[in-house]
């Protein structure tokens, strides 16, 4: 396979710090490679130089003749001027572009509701965004290169996103991609480049075996590594614990994750913290009665009565513009229902994380900043933590100490802004797209904290990993003003979403629909069918593998032996996501 760019000892820096050093990668048509690292460790960079929009101050950087590259940087799109028609076709009207089903299944999903004929100057940032993304995979490319495309998603686009873009991978479009989200790297990537300390370490599989891979590497390291090294294990424990696709990996990679998470409690005794959290917050925390609120002529919440006790974890998810944010804002106090009433626990300490940063003095110091709030602290686990301590967990050390906030990245200002919120020590925590912006080691440190946070916390984002690894339940905002609880979680609600959108489609008359018992009676049925053809290939598998120990010194036979494997075990995977697909 061709490479269509190859970086040899390449070398970037900024000022007096390497970013890269001496890096030797390449992207091969076809591959689905996921980059992740900490906030400033150089991944935009990386990917800039990648695609020829960076000169790297040493090294060579060979991007192939015929290669058609396209990049999604994290700047604004389109100029003043342009409508959004410009930005996508070049102006081409509805009946040139749409012809491509392709083309209309990208518009109706991430851009829904958009008037094409829009001047690109009127719209929001994360529309901005959206647009870029889909302007970006509406040409046929031979490598994309994503920074961040799942921001401003909801998990509804977010999941049509992943099977786009694997589908046109198998296609064989080659993808480069920063993202935070990690069931969107799961789902998509085939290999993983983590950046850290000027070098670029390369695993195979998605982020499920990288974290395995990363961990393998630690317990190899050094004992210094021993923090780090503990968050992973925990996150790998989870995984484990996890959906049943997530644990479709060959044996011998379940058997060394069960090995290394032997050891390793649950991510938290619910019991234990909601005895705690019954104790700091009495019966009390939020009762709502008959409330309704409207923006303009929406109604957001529609007589909704919702009790929300102590220890309860709770996730919200819904399209944007659902009322997530309302639903928060009327909770803490920010807003007021327009009818209905929400009472309020007497011992309730809130803490409201924003997805504004705006709260934050940017002519402070880091240290000022949390310093001025509260020297020393114990948090609601009981274990005392300074404030310095803190800033060390959270990634501000040395320099960055005294780094004036405005100063800072926006993944850093969400760091301090979730810092502070710790500090202030409250029972309640009510979260507004906490993932926004922050890398996966800040995710990991968050989420350690939280699986031992003894309050009531409701969380609003659109990360379903993160979603599923803090929260207890989910509820979703459906956009007709309810609000419902999901036992089954991000999977039911895209479910709903599905069936809400097929209800809304016109069918063919010829078409009789069948009824659930006949659905589900022909669904079991082809899963034993797949069950049955998959133990056979099984058998095949080992009786190859016996033939090729027997000829292991026949490199003829062996070399045949080889190929036979190869596509036994490509039938193999190709059965058993078949079967996973039924069987959700």
């Given at each position: 396979?061709?490479?269509?760019?190859?970086?040899?000892?390449?070398?970037?820096?900024?000022?007096?710090?390497?970013?890269?050093?001496?890096?030797?990668?390449?992207?091969?048509?076809?591959?689905?490679?996921?980059?992740?690292?900490?906030?400033?460790?150089?991944?935009?960079?990386?990917?800039?130089?990648?695609?020829?929009?960076?000169?790297?101050?040493?090294?060579?950087?060979?991007?192939?003749?015929?290669?058609?590259?396209?990049?999604?940087?994290?700047?604004?799109?389109?100029?003043?001027?342009?409508?959004?028609?410009?930005?996508?076709?070049?102006?081409?009207?509805d009946?040139?572009?749409?012809?491509?089903?392709?083309?209309?299944?990208?518009?109706?999903?991430?851009?829904?509701?958009?008037?094409?004929?829009?001047?690109?100057?009127?719209?929001?940032?994360?529309?901005?965004?959206?647009?870029?993304?889909?302007?970006?995979?509406?040409?046929?490319?031979?490598?994309?290169?994503?920074?961040?495309?799942?921001?401003?998603?909801?998990?509804?686009?977010?999941?049509?996103?992943?099977?786009?873009?694997?589908?046109?991978?198998?296609?064989?479009?080659?993808l480069?991609?920063?993202?935070?989200?990690?069931w969107?790297?799961?789902?998509?990537?085939?290999?993983?480049?983590?950046?850290?300390?000027?070098?670029?370490?390369?695993?195979?599989?998605?982020?499920?075996?990288?974290?395995?891979?990363?961990?393998?590497?630690?317990?190899?390291?050094?004992?210094?590594?021993?923090?780090?090294r503990?968050?992973?294990?925990?996150?790998?424990?989870?995984?484990?614990?996890?959906?049943?696709?997530?644990?479709?990996?060959?044996?011998?990679?379940?058997?060394?994750?069960?090995?290394?998470?032997?050891?390793?409690?649950p991510?938290?005794?619910?019991?234990?913290?909601?005895?705690?959290?019954?104790?700091?917050?009495?019966?009390?925390?939020?009762?709502?009665?008959?409330?309704?609120?409207?923006?303009?002529?929406?109604?957001?919440?529609?007589?909704?009565?919702?009790?929300?006790?102590?220890?309860?974890?709770?996730?919200?998810?819904?399209?944007?513009?659902?009322?997530?944010?309302?639903?928060?804002?009327?909770l803490?106090?920010?807003?007021?229902?327009?009818?209905?009433?929400?009472?309020?626990?007497?011992?309730?300490?809130?803490?409201?994380l924003?997805?504004?940063?705006?709260?934050?003095?940017?002519?402070?110091?880091?240290?000022?900043?949390?310093?001025?709030?509260?020297?020393?602290?114990?948090?609601?686990?009981?274990?005392?933590?300074?404030?310095?301590?803190?800033?060390?967990?959270f990634?501000?050390?040395?320099?960055?100490?005294?780094?004036?906030?405005?100063?800072?990245?926006?993944?850093?200002?969400?760091?301090?802004?979730?810092?502070?919120?710790?500090?202030?020590e409250?029972?309640?925590?009510?979260?507004?797209?906490?993932?926004?912006?922050?890398?996966?080691?800040?995710l990991?440190?968050?989420?350690?904290?939280?699986?031992?946070?003894?309050?009531?916390?409701?969380?609003?984002?659109?990360?379903?990993?993160?979603?599923?690894?803090?929260?207890?339940?989910?509820?979703?905002?459906?956009?007709?003003?309810?609000?419902?609880?999901?036992?089954?979680?991000?999977?039911?609600?895209?479910?709903?979403?599905?069936?809400?959108?097929?209800?809304?489609?016109?069918?063919?008359?010829?078409?009789?629909?069948?009824?659930?018992?006949?659905?589900?009676?022909?669904?079991?049925?082809?899963?034993?069918?797949?069950?049955?053809?998959?133990?056979?290939?099984?058998?095949?598998?080992e009786?190859?593998h016996?033939?090729m120990?027997?000829?292991?010194?026949?490199?003829?036979?062996?070399?045949?032996?080889?190929?036979?494997?190869?596509?036994?075990?490509?039938?193999?995977?190709?059965?058993?996501?078949?079967w996973?697909?039924?069987?959700?």
């Amino acid at each position: 396979m061709a490479n269509l760019v190859n970086l040899e000892t390449v070398t970037h820096g900024y000022g007096t710090r390497i970013l890269l050093d001496h890096v030797s990668l390449g992207v091969g048509a076809g591959e689905v490679i996921g980059v992740v690292g900490r906030n400033g460790d150089g991944k935009s960079t990386l990917l800039r130089i990648l695609t020829g929009a960076l000169e790297p101050d040493d090294g060579r950087v060979t991007i192939a003749n015929s290669a058609s590259v396209a990049r999604l940087a994290q700047g604004h799109v389109g100029t003043p001027g342009e409508s959004v028609r410009d930005v996508l076709v070049d102006g081409a009207p509805d009946h040139v572009w749409a012809a491509r089903a392709d083309r209309r299944l990208l518009v109706e999903n991430l851009l829904p509701g958009l008037d094409l004929d829009r001047p690109i100057e009127q719209l929001s940032g994360g529309e901005r965004r959206r647009v870029g993304l889909v302007e970006v995979l509406m040409h046929d490319h031979d490598l994309v290169v994503l920074d961040e495309p799942t921001n401003h998603l909801d998990v509804e686009a977010v999941a049509f996103l992943a099977d786009h873009l694997a589908e046109r991978t198998r296609a064989g479009l080659a993808l480069v991609v920063v993202s935070h989200d990690r069931w969107f790297l799961d789902a998509v990537c085939t290999r993983i480049w983590e950046v850290h300390d000027g070098v670029v370490d390369a695993y195979d599989g998605g982020y499920a075996a990288y974290v395995l891979a990363r961990v393998e590497r630690q317990r190899q390291a050094a004992a210094n590594e021993s923090r780090r090294r503990n968050l992973a294990r925990k996150e790998l424990a989870w995984l484990r614990r996890g959906a049943p696709a997530r644990t479709s990996k060959p044996k011998f990679r379940i058997d060394a994750a069960e090995t290394l998470i032997s050891d390793v409690p649950p991510p938290r005794d619910k019991l234990a913290l909601q005895q705690f959290a019954i104790t700091r917050l009495g019966k009390d925390v939020f009762d709502l009665v008959n409330v309704t609120y409207c923006a303009g002529d929406r109604t957001l919440l529609d007589h909704l009565t919702w009790s929300i006790g102590p220890g309860d974890r709770i996730g919200v998810v819904g399209v944007n513009g659902a009322g997530k944010t309302s639903l928060l804002e009327l909770l803490v106090g920010l807003r007021t229902p327009d009818a209905g009433k929400i009472k309020r626990g007497q011992t309730l300490r809130m803490g409201y994380l924003s997805q504004a940063v705006t709260e934050l003095d940017g002519t402070d110091t880091v240290l000022q900043s949390v310093t001025r709030l509260k020297e020393e602290t114990r948090l609601a686990t009981g274990r005392d933590a300074s404030a310095s301590n803190l800033l060390e967990e959270f990634g501000f050390t040395g320099d960055k100490l005294v780094t004036r906030i405005q100063d800072l990245s926006g993944g850093e200002r969400r760091r301090l802004q979730f810092l502070r919120l710790l500090l202030e020590e409250p029972n309640v925590l009510v979260l507004d797209e906490p993932t926004n912006d922050l890398d996966i080691d800040t995710l990991t440190v968050i989420e350690d904290y939280l699986d031992t946070w003894p309050g009531t916390l409701l969380v609003v984002s659109h990360d379903r990993y993160f979603l599923e690894r803090v929260t207890d339940v989910s509820y979703s905002l459906l956009g007709d003003g309810s609000c419902v609880l999901l036992p089954g979680g991000v999977d039911e609600y895209l479910a709903r979403r599905r069936a809400a959108h097929a209800a809304a489609a016109p069918t063919p008359s010829a078409e009789k629909p069948r009824s659930d018992a006949a659905e589900d009676r022909r669904r079991k049925k082809e899963l034993a069918r797949i069950e049955s053809q998959l133990a056979r290939v099984e058998q095949e598998v080992e009786h190859l593998h016996a033939a090729m120990a027997a000829s292991a010194t026949d490199y003829e036979r062996l070399a045949s032996l080889t190929e036979d494997l190869q596509r036994l075990e490509a039938r193999q995977q190709e059965l058993e996501d078949t079967w996973l697909d039924l069987a959700d």
